[in-house]
Structure formats: C-alpha cells, structure tokens
C-alpha cells in the first residue's frame, strides 16, 4: 500500500541546534513532495515543495529539503532552529498519475530558548 | 487573497446525531479536498473532488459520511449518524489544479460526546 512515513514523532531541540526530520514515501511513480507546518493556533501551510529538477529545495524561514529518488526520501532541513519553529511538520506526497495528497503521521517539533 | 473558509469552528454533538460542515475554496481552485486529523495523527484524506467530479473516496466512510460539491466550487461534508470515533478536526484544502500546492483552512473540531 502506497504511504508515507515520518521517522520521529517528537523533537525536542535547544535553540541554535541543527534539525533534521525525515521522510520515506512508498510510491513507485513519480510524486510531487510538499513539507507543510502547523503553527501552533494555525492551519497548515506549505514550507517548501519539490516537482522536478534541483533536488536541494529551499522554502520559507531558512528550512531545506533534498529529495534522493534512490532511497524515496525527501528530508527537511535547517542549519539553526529557532524557538519560533516550534510547530508540527508534516510531509505529504501525491503520485503524478494519482494526484491523491497523503501525509505523514507528524513530527512536533519543540525548540527550548 | 482569502484563504480556504470553514464553518463551523467548533461543534460537539451527541454521538448517534447529525453534523454538517461547509467550505468555501479559493475562488479558481477546481480542486478541493475534506480532510479527517485525530489528534496525534497526519491528516487523512477522506474526499478529493475536481470541479463537482470525485476524484478519489476510497476512506471515505459511505455508511455515514457524505460530501457534495455542488457547481464545483462550495462543498459539504456530513456525518449522518455520529460516532465516538469521529471526533477529531476536519480539514478542507483546495488547490489549483491536482498535484499542485494545497491551500488549507483552520478546520472545524468536532467532538461527539
């Protein structure tokens, strides 16, 4: 069955610290990969997305995503956390013939000052 | 630009009655999608619609769950009768076009006690 893993359910880092959360999709086809982020009190919103080409993605406040097609992963990135990026992440694939959005299960993310 | 509007924010219901939730999209978006997230967990997909045309339903419970998307533009989502197991926030989105960015709105959390 086509899904989408995320690997940590809940990180905890200290501000400044380097965050890396990842994500495993089990799609054969080719996907469009959207890592979108929940804001405490907010909706959804897109971080960042991958179509085609350049397989490094750079989104909105400094985060990053590399897709690596051979091990169906798109991983999010950021080099130095803030305790504004306190938030729940979610990585989400649909399949170019499909068009079907999955998500993945979340991560909350909790940067300490 | 407006964002994706939901109503209502909030609702609690006894469980065995009817609940109906109602979104308006981003004016131009032909897709629109009803989302299900129980707390702790990424939302499912319940209901993926393109113009007025389902796209996708195969989680949707058909029992007791219906949408409609009248002239392709707004849509309702209903549960007609509610379980415990319902209660968790519905999430609508709407896009452009299939594979493209979703748009989310806050959502409406329903608790059926």
Do not use: M
Not at chain 2, 77 to 87: M, R, T, V
């Amino acid at each position: 069955a086509q899904s989408v893993s995320q690997h940590n359910h809940h990180v905890i880092l200290s501000e400044a610290a380097s965050l890396e959360l990842g994500c495993n999709y089990s799609y054969g086809g080719t996907v469009n990969l959207f890592w979108y982020v929940q804001y405490p009190g907010q909706h959804l919103q897109l971080l960042l997305k991958y179509f085609s080409g350049d397989p490094l993605v750079k989104g909105i406040k400094g985060f990053e995503a590399e897709f690596i097609k051979s091990k169906f992963s798109f991983n999010l990135r950021k080099p130095s956390v803030q305790w504004s990026d306190t938030a729940e992440y979610f990585c989400a694939v649909n399949l170019i013939n499909g068009y079907k959005l999955s998500f993945g299960a979340g991560t909350t993310e909790t940067v300490r000052a | 630009e407006a964002g994706v509007a939901q109503s209502p924010r909030y609702k609690i219901i006894e469980k065995r009655q009817s609940v109906a939730f109602w979104c308006n999209p981003i004016s131009g978006h032909a897709t629109l999608y009803w989302y299900q997230q129980i707390l702790g967990q990424g939302p499912k997909l319940l209901i993926q619609f393109q113009n007025n045309g389902v796209v996708d339903d195969s989680q949707l419970p058909k029992d007791r769950f219906s949408a409609e998307r009248l002239k392709g533009v707004d849509s309702t989502l209903k549960i007609q009768p509610a379980k415990l197991e319902d209660s968790a926030v519905y999430l609508c989105a709407s896009s452009f076009a299939q594979g493209t960015e979703a748009f989310f709105g806050q959502g409406t959390r329903l608790t059926v006690v």
